[in-house]
């Protein structure tokens, strides 16, 4: 019986003690939890209260203020105390409880959330906009939110005073486009007409693609009357130019005004009897109208140009270029008439020589081209290059014997097909130049 007893002793004394070390177990368990919980409080005081924006600690629940930092109260203009007993739902237009509480909801799914469009009510009643940036973090043992809230008012007003500058900028813009679209119309207007022109060449084209809204490039039409040498016989002298400016856009656009009304100049003017006299006095008077002094090499304005006199009765034609050739085709051979390797008016070198003139006798069905550079220049197709003239003469010849309303059409397909390639960064070739090309078969 002792014995057993004994037992039942030794036995509770055991479990007392194991029932002890388990309890102790806890407690320090408990001890190590709420350590770390303090732990975490302070760390998130400092982080607080160092804090250049305002920063708030927000119940998940209930939107309760836990903790704020100094920057939150001065924002808000409350004290610490007065900010740490109200809520989120406090600090915001009542309208918008709704919207706030939906917001609490995203940053909780979402782990985070960014947020301009909820302002705060200041302790004197005034909307304070502010920009947020809330995140899900453990306060305290429990799941809360930290709001970092930035004052955006000087940002805003910044914004308001770039859209002010923007739509000044914008109205100044429009009224420069509306004024540059007008002068296309101006431009239009001193451009011969395809009626003027089918008077005399039934079958012609005129590909013009200005670069911009108006163009450095431009073409030319008359006629004059003119008497054979030694007897009082008239007949009529068709003369047609193809002219590339100076730049493109509005300073080409100046420069082609000046230059149509030089070559109108020189129909009154008796001593320009040849193409190559026309573009000698352009050389000479593009000098004068814009006063370039001798010694001023930083003026480079002027012009390169085909120009081409076609007499239809005796079936020649007298041709003289700055730079530009002419190119006729005939029985499917494509002859080039070279221009001289200057242009007019750009060099202020008086001793310039004169340019020459060309003759050559023409045949029915002939097929006479006058061309700026814009076409063989734009870049495009597979690789990024130049479509390049000896591609752009393979193309007039496969193409010369249809009639020259049908080659216009082709021929603009087929460089805008070039432009369509994509780029190798992406997106599309944009036109390098102002295009002009004029066909007419005699």
Same mark, same amino acid.
């Given at each position: ?6 037992? &039942?002793? %030794?036995? #509770?004394?055991? *479990?007392?003690?194991? !029932?002890? @070390? ?6 320090? $368990? ?114 809360? &939110?930290? %709001?970092? #809230?930035?004052? *955006?008012?000087?940002? !805003?007003? @910044? ?6 500058? $923007? ?243 082709i021929l603009d397909n087929c460089i805008e097909e070039w432009k ?23």
């Amino acid at each position: 019986m002792l014995y057993i007893l004994s037992v &039942i002793f %030794i036995s #509770a004394l055991l *479990i007392a003690m194991l !029932l002890g @070390l388990y309890a102790n177990g806890k407690w320090k $368990q408990k001890a190590a939890l709420l350590e770390k919980i303090e732990k975490e409080k302070i760390n998130y005081e400092s982080i607080i209260e160092q804090a250049n924006d305002a920063m708030m600690v927000i119940d998940i629940v209930d939107g309760k203020v836990h903790q704020c930092n100094p920057s939150a109260c001065q924002l808000l203009g409350y004290s610490k105390a007065e900010l740490e007993n109200k809520s989120l739902f406090d600090l915001q237009p009542k309208e918008l409880v709704e919207k706030s509480s939906r917001m609490v909801a995203d940053v909780w799914e979402q782990k985070g959330l960014i947020y301009s469009d909820i302002p705060f009510v200041t302790a004197s009643g005034m909307l304070m906009p502010v920009e947020c940036s809330a995140k899900v973090a453990p306060f305290a043992g429990r799941p809360a &939110i930290v %709001i970092y #809230a930035r004052d *955006i008012r000087e940002r !805003l007003k @910044l914004e308001e005073e770039i859209r002010e500058q $923007q739509a000044v900028i914008k109205e100044k813009n429009k009224d420069i486009t509306d004024s540059i679209n007008y002068a296309r119309r101006i431009q239009a207007a001193l451009l011969p007409s395809d009626a003027e022109i089918e008077r005399y060449l039934s079958d012609h084209f005129i590909l013009y693609k200005p670069k911009d809204i108006v163009s450095g490039d431009f073409y030319w039409f008359s006629s004059v009357s003119t008497t054979v040498p030694d007897a009082p016989v008239q007949h009529k002298m068709l003369l047609i130019a193809a002219v590339d400016c100076t730049g493109h856009g509005v300073p080409g656009a100046f420069m082609s005004l000046v230059g149509s009304t030089l070559l109108n100049q020189t129909i009154t003017d008796v001593n320009v009897n040849h193409p190559s006299d026309a573009l000698n006095y352009l050389n000479r008077e593009l000098r004068k109208t814009l006063r370039r002094q001798m010694n001023d090499s930083s003026i480079r304005d002027g012009m390169d140009m085909t120009l081409c006199a076609i007499d239809l009765q005796n079936m020649k034609l007298e041709f003289a270029g700055a730079n530009n050739p002419v190119f006729i085709i005939r029985n499917k051979e494509l002859i080039e008439l070279k221009g001289d390797k200057q242009p007019i008016g750009s060099d202020s070198d008086e001793t310039k020589k004169p340019f020459s003139n060309q003759l050559f006798d023409l045949q029915r069905g002939d097929c006479i081209y006058l061309f700026t550079d814009g076409y063989a220049d734009q870049f495009g197709g597979p690789k990024g290059k130049k479509f390049k003239y000896k591609q752009f003469q393979e193309y007039l010849l496969a193409n010369h014997a249809r009639p020259m309303k049908e080659q216009k059409i082709i021929l603009d397909n087929c460089i805008e097909e070039w432009k369509a390639f994509p780029k190798t960064g992406g997106g599309m070739h944009e036109q390098v130049d102002d295009i002009l090309l004029i066909g007419l078969r005699v």
